[in-house]
């Protein structure tokens, strides 16, 4: 049911109320009146009777019923009474005449039934006879009536125009609703560019001024969602790519460092080893050889010490013969051999073997690249490195922090690319990367690095 409709039928149960009042008050009022026209006009009649009857016997002569009759003929009928002269026996000797005021009408029923009061004969006893008088409020019933139907006439008139102008007033009033109604389905169908135009009224106006806010309002924040989810898109793609590029570096580099260590490493061991053959043998007979043999066996230890430091940074064997546990221990034995004046302290909880490959590579490189940082820029004593799974082996924590000099996090930005490497390294595992800092405070580096299933088991 429309708003619209609610209204008329509000507006119509109100004017029936207020009619079916006034219809009652007015038949209150005409049942008053009616017993007050009744009472009165039988008062009129019992004295008129009585005034004439007394009148004759004032005389001295003898009121008869048959000197009743002519009388009672000049009389006629007395307003709203019926008289009747019988004799001693009985005999009906006058009845009055029939009333033609409105002769052969007659009001319903029910409203007779509702405003006739209740009627009593009277009597006036005369010699020889007596007089009936019977009041009929008929003929003020009928006349009630009239009164009462041209006013039902009128107030049907006042209800169906009253009705047909606030239908039509409500309708007008209203009609802005179907607007809003048009301009929230364009909106749940998602054309947020819907807007209304501005109504006359007060309170449709301000709807309308508060609909096109919020109407403005979401559209911006639809656009600036769907904005975030396609850079959201644009970021899980790019971080994809960039752990498969990644991957790809790592598996490069570990083909690499195999080359390295299987091909460059045992030819410059047969160099050395040979090498340090000759400078045995020409001790005694070739001094002048002796030496330059002796030389290129120094040389050749550097380039194999050299070359052990780049198979370490390309791809640490430990790493894939002993486990996470016992490179990140040769790497900070190392870090101590190259950095006496830095201490290195490592703190291993837990079991970390069986974790997988790229988990394993990652947290290597996010430790490797906080001491290479430390050594380079913190100007500190003593670096802690701590790794170890969450109390739920969910993920694995990392920390690694430092009491140097410190810096200001907002100052990094991304062109520190080893900081940049470390967080999306995490970022493209899925995990989460935390720097803190402040000058004078030391730097602090944490990682959370999601442990898979298959990594667990």
Not at 131 to 144: E, G, K, L, M, Y
Not at 163 to 189: I, K, T
Not at 347 to 362: C, K, P
């Amino acid at each position: 049911m429309t708003l619209r409709t609610q209204i008329n039928l509000l507006i119509a149960l109100l004017l029936g109320l207020f009619l079916a009042a006034v219809l009652a008050l007015e038949i209150d009022a005409t049942r008053r009146s009616i017993r007050e026209e009744i009472e009165a006009s039988t008062r009129i009649t019992l004295q008129l009777l009585g005034t004439v009857i007394n009148d004759v016997q004032g005389r001295g002569a003898g009121v008869t019923p048959r000197a009743l009759v002519g009388f009672l003929d000049h009389l006629g009928r007395v307003r709203a009474n019926s008289i009747q002269l019988r004799d001693a026996g009985g005999n009906l000797l006058y009845v009055s005449p029939r009333s033609h005021y409105k002769e052969g009408r007659n009001a319903p029923d029910w409203f007779a039934d509702l405003v006739t009061p209740p009627v009593h004969p009277f009597e006036l006893l005369v010699s020889g006879g007596h007089i009936t008088i019977t009041p009929d409020p008929s003929r003020s019933v009928v006349d009630a009536w009239d009164s009462l139907a041209s006013l039902l006439w009128l107030a049907l008139a006042f209800f169906l125009a009253v009705h047909v102008l606030v239908f039509w007033l409500a309708g007008r009033a209203l009609a802005p609703l179907s607007a809003f109604a048009n301009a929230l389905q364009q909106v749940e169908r998602g054309e947020f560019h819907a807007r209304l135009p501005r109504f006359g009224g007060i309170e449709f106006g301000r709807l309308a001024d508060m609909f096109n806010r919020m109407a403005q309002a979401v559209e911006e924040s639809f656009t600036v969602r769907r904005e975030s989810a396609r850079r959201a898109e644009q970021l899980r793609e790019n971080r994809e790519i960039i752990a498969l590029i990644q991957q790809h570096v790592e598996e490069e580099r570990r083909a690499l460092a195999r080359e390295l260590h299987d091909e460059l490493g045992q030819g410059v061991t047969a160099v050395r080893t040979i090498a340090s053959s000759i400078a045995q043998r020409c001790a005694v007979r070739a001094p002048e050889l002796q030496a330059n043999a002796q030389a290129i066996v120094d040389v050749a230890g550097q380039m194999y010490d050299t070359m052990h430091d780049m198979v370490r940074q390309l791809r640490p064997i430990a790493l894939d013969n002993l486990g996470l546990a016992d490179a990140l221990r040769e790497l900070a034995a190392s870090n101590r051999l190259r950095t006496p004046e830095l201490s290195v302290d490592l703190e291993l909880r837990g079991e970390l073997a069986g974790l997988d490959d790229v988990t394993n590579i990652t947290a290597y490189r996010i430790v490797q690249e906080c001491l290479t940082n430390v050594a380079r820029h913190a100007a500190a004593d003593t670096v802690t490195a701590a790794l170890g799974l969450s109390a739920d082996g969910s993920e694995l924590e990392i920390e690694v922090r430092d009491n140097g000099r410190g810096m200001d996090p907002e100052a990094i930005g991304d062109e520190r690319m080893g900081v940049r490497g470390m967080r999306e390294r995490v970022h493209g595992l899925g995990g989460r990367f935390e720097l803190a800092s402040s000058p004078g405070q030391g730097v602090r580096v944490r990682a959370w690095l999601p442990i898979h299933e298959e990594s667990a088991a």
